[in-house]
Structures are given as C-alpha cells and as structure tokens.
C-alpha cells in the first residue's frame, strides 16, 4: 500500500514535527498565560475580525447539514468567542470551552440577551479534560477548533472526533506565516533564524484521507493590522518565551523591551498580520 494512505504514516510524520521550530512555536502559543496577556490586545478591528470568514463558514456548514437550530455544538478554544456567537444566532446550542478566563470575560462582553440562553461558557483545558465523565461522548452535532491549540496533537485531534455525533471542522495556518516581531526576537532569544512551517492543518487533512474521511477544504488569505502599547506586547512575548525557552522573566524582558521600544512610535506597536489560513469541515463517518 502507497504509504500516504496509511493512518501510522501521518501519525508518525506528525510525532516527528516535534522536532521542528513550529512545534516549539506551538508550545509557545498554547499556554493559558500567553492567550491571559493577549487577550486585551485580540480582535480590536473590523478587518481581523473579517477574517473570521463568518458567511462562508456559516456557508460551509449548511452545506455539509451541519447547522440548524436546536443543533449541539462544542467549540474548542473558543477565544472571544466570534464564531460561537455566529452559531448562536443562528439557533445552535454552543458549549464555547477555552483554558483563557481572560479571552472568555472579553466572549462575555459580546454576548447579548437575546442568545444567551444558546451559550455556554467553560474555562477548561481540552487537554486535561475527561470527555467520558463529562458525557460528551458523541453529544455534540457539530465538534469545531478554529486555530486552536487544543488540537495540535493527534491524541487531542482524535478525542474531538470522539465527542461528535454528526460533524467536525478545524482551521489553523496552512502556509508559512510572517511574525513581524516574533521572528527578530527568535533570533535574538534563541540563537537561530525562525522555521515556522504550517501548524498542524496539513496533518489533520492528510490523516483524515487515510481514515476513509474526506473533507471539504477552504482556504483563506488574510491580512490585518494590530497596534498595541509596549507593554501589551512586551506581556505577550515574554510569557510566549518563558514558555519555548525557558529563561527566567527578568532575563526575558532584558533582551525584549529595547526591542519593542526602538520600533516603537509614541509607545505604541504597528504590525501587518499576513498568513494563509486552510478550513476543513468532514462527517464523522467514513465513506470508504
């Protein structure tokens, strides 16, 4: 048998990215601190929220019968809370599960009395979450994780399908990414030019052809601007490398702040996000 269409291949090709810079970059990202010192700084203008692709995700999953009302849905790392609001006025009942209390109070903000009812939030960690004990088990119609760490791993990637009973779709970067201050201070920090390829969207896809489940796939150019104060940024980066590199705080924002303070204008941080994003929406049962 060809071996790309063999389930141990990807999974083993995908415990061998462990290796590589955007494994370590992943660990960076995937903390509750990181997302904590972030949050303040997260989807502060029309253009990062358009983005999101709301119509055409909302689109896509008619398509696959994967949104009507009274539906279940669980959303994995749920961040603000953009997309469980959409599936909320849309009539679905929205589990929105996130490891950041500080993404879930700003997703809080956003919510308005007419779907409250519809939402539920938790401040969970996906990875330390007992599905089983909390019967999800195949209760949810529709199981999403939308450039979510949760799912970085194929142990996490298989409990999601676990606890959908009709549908799934994830999202993440499917190209390498520009990090306009993530990939100077890389250098600076650990010693190496960044090698950030795509995250882990080109395992899952690839894995769920082995798997005899064939899902449709989108992909998406995207572009915003952000600009945050120094300190947001300074926040943000150094719990990212406490995380990959394991330096003490203090050495961290030594190396850190002249950085951001000599790039800065009137203490304040503009920068061009840019990346290709890939969406992929499957059901859960194997046409094969």
């Not at 995250?199 to 052809?209: A, D, E, R, V």
Request: hydrophobic residues 40%; aromatic residues 10%; contains cysteine.
């Amino acid at each position: 048998m060809n071996p790309i269409f063999n389930t141990d291949f990807w999974l083993k090709a995908w415990e061998q990215d462990k290796e590589t810079d955007t494994y370590t970059v992943h660990k960076g990202f995937s903390t509750p601190e990181y997302w904590n010192r972030a949050a303040s700084s997260y989807d502060r203008n029309k253009t990062e929220i358009q983005n999101r692709r709301l119509a055409k995700t909302l689109d896509l999953f008619k398509r696959k019968d994967l949104l009507f009302r009274g539906m279940e849905v669980l959303d994995i790392g749920c961040g603000t809370g953009t997309l469980a609001l959409a599936l909320a006025r849309q009539g679905a009942k929205v589990t929105a599960l996130d490891f950041s209390d500080q993404m879930l109070e700003q997703f809080r903000q956003s919510i308005t009395p007419d779907i409250r009812g519809n939402l539920t939030l938790l401040c969970e960690d996906w990875h330390a979450l007992d599905i089983g004990q909390k019967g999800w088990k195949k209760k949810f119609d529709l199981v999403i994780a939308f450039m979510s760490p949760g799912v970085a791993g194929s142990a996490s990637f298989f409990k999601m399908m676990e606890t959908s009973k009709k549908g799934c779709a994830v999202r993440g970067w499917a190209a390498k990414r520009n990090h306009p201050v993530l990939a100077i201070l890389w250098e600076k920090i650990m010693g190496t030019v960044l090698e950030d390829a795509p995250q882990s969207i080109l395992f899952k896809i690839n894995l769920l052809f082995s798997m005899g489940l064939f899902p449709d796939l989108t992909f998406d150019r995207v572009e915003w601007e952000q600009n945050v104060s120094v300190e947001e940024e300074l926040k943000s980066q150094t719990a990212f490398f406490r995380k990959v590199s394991n330096r003490p705080e203090a050495d961290l924002e030594a190396v850190i702040r002249p950085y951001l303070e000599s790039m800065a204008e009137n203490g304040r941080i503009q920068r061009t996000h840019t990346g290709l994003t890939a969406t992929a929406v499957w059901t859960v049962d194997p046409v094969l």
